[in-house]
């Protein structure tokens, strides 16, 4: 497995619906949902069951699920360690639970990420200096090296 397996599985679901806690191909998908789609691209099964949660999820309790399950399933790096095929996660908002993920797609000079979001299909968009400075935590897919860093 490498970083580019990991984007060109994500590179097939652009264009893919957003729709809330959905990770079907084609059909609609979520920020979640598209991580989801590309483990089971990679490892033929889901890491865990993942149980019903509302646009707003985590935000009252401050409860900083994805990050949890992040260190859970996938490995964590340092943020300067950037490499195609991390999964990134995003804060929205200063003080917000992190709630939004991507997947980094190019690194260099002009980076992106393939992601799905409210009102838009899964895109590639460039990880511009807003996006980035949103960017929380970084983790690998288990078992892909870092050949790819930058």
Request: with cysteine.
């Amino acid at each position: 497995m490498s970083g580019d397996a990991v984007v060109a599985l994500a590179r097939e679901w652009i264009g893919t619906p957003y729709v809330h806690q959905a990770s079907a191909l084609g059909a609609g998908t979520d920020c979640l949902g598209l991580i989801r789609g590309v483990w089971r691209g990679l490892y033929q099964n889901e890491p865990e069951a993942v149980p019903a949660y509302t646009p707003d999820w985590a935000e009252a309790a401050g409860d900083e699920a994805l990050w949890q399950a992040g260190l859970r399933h996938l490995v964590a790096k340092p943020l300067d360690q950037v490499a195609v095929g991390d999964v990134l996660l995003f804060r929205m908002r200063s003080g917000a639970v992190a709630k939004h993920l991507g997947i980094q797609g190019v690194v260099g000079s002009s980076p992106t990420f393939i992601h799905a979001y409210g009102g838009h299909a899964v895109v590639e968009s460039p990880l511009s200096q807003p996006w980035a400075r949103r960017v929380v935590a970084r983790f690998a897919f288990p078992e892909l090296t870092s050949k790819e860093t930058n």
